[in-house]
């Protein structure tokens, strides 16, 4: 039977125990109870015949219990614990050795924070430097590369391959300042930080021009006269470009861009023969480092539609998720000039 470790203690919301140098559960508080999932301390006692049962990887706890014995305190240990239904939870443990006259260790006692939340922050983040670092070296792996054999061979080549390689080193070197500006508009929340100039342009010049730099064929089809838009048009073909780059990761073989006008506003569909997106989660794939789920799905920064909707707001439209025709389209629209 687990020792009472007094009315305060079980009052504490902060997880205690206490366990001997054997692995011995001997003490716990209702808070330790509830962070390991276990709604009552008779079924926790019960369930715990052993403090290892607990530990996701043994070697942690033979790590802690090797410091504890020769220093005679733990501090901030970090350990993943297994919960009763199976799921795990992150931890930080700060315990001390009680000993006897002795000097023998007869127990330990211990409190632990959750840390699960701060756990997975890190491994987001470390998950998203590595793919800004892929995404960025990719090609900039290519400018150089590119660059140093034009450098070194500059006259084995003609005219025309001289302008193919330079054709591919400017591609490689653009997409490189997209994904920074991405970052740069998803990282600045005051709206006053990110640069407009609003002017009237030609909605589908500004797809076309994109589409010079896109590996994909992707056809443009034009159902309005009136295809001109009020808008920055530096930041609508990063819309665009983000659209268009989101159907090639995600989307069907088949893409296509539709500019149409709709009242006072004039749209732009990049659609694609894909599969659908469940209503449940369309608001997901809007939310920053959000990506499509599978074994196939290439690996990305997921920014890109975030981007892209924030950019569409700020200048006065919007960027909406739809079914179309049995086709996956995102729209853009904007204010018609």
């Given at each position: 039977?687990?020792?009472?470790?007094?009315?305060?203690?079980?009052?504490?919301?902060?997880?205690?125990?206490?366990?001997?140098?054997?692995?011995?559960?001997?003490?716990?508080?209702?808070?330790?109870?509830?962070?390991?999932?276990?709604?009552?301390?008779?079924?926790?006692?019960?369930?715990?015949?052993?403090?290892?049962?607990?530990y996701?990887?043994?070697?942690?706890?033979?790590?802690?219990?090797h410091?504890?014995?020769?220093?005679?305190?733990?501090?901030e240990?970090?350990?993943?614990?297994?919960?009763?239904?199976?799921?795990?939870?992150?931890?930080?443990?700060?315990?001390?050795?009680?000993?006897?006259?002795?000097?023998?260790?007869?127990?330990?006692?211990?409190?632990?924070?959750?840390i699960?939340?701060?756990?997975?922050?890190?491994?987001?983040r470390?998950?998203?430097?590595?793919?800004?670092?892929?995404?960025?070296?990719?090609?900039?792996?290519?400018?150089?590369?590119?660059?140093e054999?034009?450098?070194?061979?500059?006259?084995?080549?003609?005219?025309?391959?001289?302008?193919?390689?330079?054709?591919?080193?400017?591609?490689?070197?653009?997409?490189?300042t997209?994904?920074?500006?991405?970052?740069?508009?998803?990282?600045?929340?005051?709206?006053?930080?990110?640069?407009?100039?609003?002017?009237?342009?030609?909605?589908?010049?500004?797809?076309?021009?994109?589409?010079?730099?896109?590996?994909?064929?992707?056809?443009?089809?034009?159902?309005?006269?009136?295809?001109?838009?009020?808008?920055?048009?530096r930041?609508?073909?990063?819309?665009?470009?983000?659209?268009?780059?989101?159907?090639?990761?995600?989307?069907?073989?088949?893409?296509?861009?539709?500019?149409?006008?709709?009242?006072?506003?004039?749209e732009l569909?990049?659609?694609?023969?894909?599969?659908?997106?469940?209503?449940?989660?369309?608001?997901?794939?809007?939310?920053?480092?959000?990506?499509?789920?599978?074994p196939?799905?290439?690996?990305?920064?997921?920014?890109?539609?975030?981007?892209?909707r924030?950019?569409?707001?700020?200048?006065?439209?919007?960027?909406?998720?739809?079914?179309?025709?049995?086709?996956?389209?995102?729209?853009?629209?904007?204010p018609?000039?």
């Amino acid at each position: 039977m687990l020792q009472d470790l007094g009315d305060f203690f079980r009052r504490i919301p902060v997880p205690l125990y206490r366990s001997t140098p054997d692995g011995r559960l001997i003490a716990g508080n209702p808070a330790l109870a509830e962070m390991l999932g276990f709604e009552s301390m008779e079924e926790m006692e019960r369930a715990m015949a052993h403090v290892e049962n607990v530990y996701i990887d043994p070697e942690r706890r033979a790590i802690w219990l090797h410091r504890i014995q020769t220093e005679g305190v733990v501090y901030e240990f970090d350990m993943e614990l297994r919960r009763a239904d199976g799921s795990t939870v992150w931890v930080q443990d700060t315990a001390r050795a009680v000993r006897d006259e002795q000097g023998n260790i007869i127990y330990f006692d211990g409190a632990i924070l959750d840390i699960t939340a701060k756990v997975a922050a890190e491994q987001s983040r470390n998950e998203f430097i590595a793919t800004v670092s892929h995404e960025l070296r990719s090609p900039m792996t290519v400018v150089v590369g590119l660059g140093e054999e034009l450098a070194n061979n500059y006259d084995s080549f003609s005219d025309d391959e001289r302008r193919e390689l330079a054709q591919l080193i400017a591609r490689q070197a653009e997409d490189a300042t997209w994904l920074l500006e991405d970052l740069l508009v998803a990282y600045r929340q005051d709206p006053d930080q990110i640069a407009f100039e609003v002017a009237t342009f030609d909605l589908v010049k500004a797809a076309e021009r994109v589409l010079e730099v896109t590996e994909r064929d992707v056809e443009v089809i034009v159902q309005t006269g009136r295809t001109m838009a009020k808008a920055d048009p530096r930041r609508t073909r990063q819309i665009i470009r983000n659209l268009v780059s989101n159907a090639v990761r995600y989307g069907g073989p088949e893409i296509s861009v539709v500019v149409r006008g709709a009242g006072d506003r004039v749209e732009l569909a990049v659609r694609d023969n894909g599969k659908p997106i469940a209503p449940e989660e369309v608001e997901r794939i809007f939310q920053p480092f959000q990506r499509g789920s599978g074994p196939d799905v290439p690996t990305s920064v997921g920014l890109g539609l975030t981007v892209a909707r924030k950019l569409a707001r700020l200048m006065e439209g919007d960027l909406v998720y739809r079914q179309e025709d049995g086709l996956t389209s995102f729209v853009l629209s904007l204010p018609a000039a």
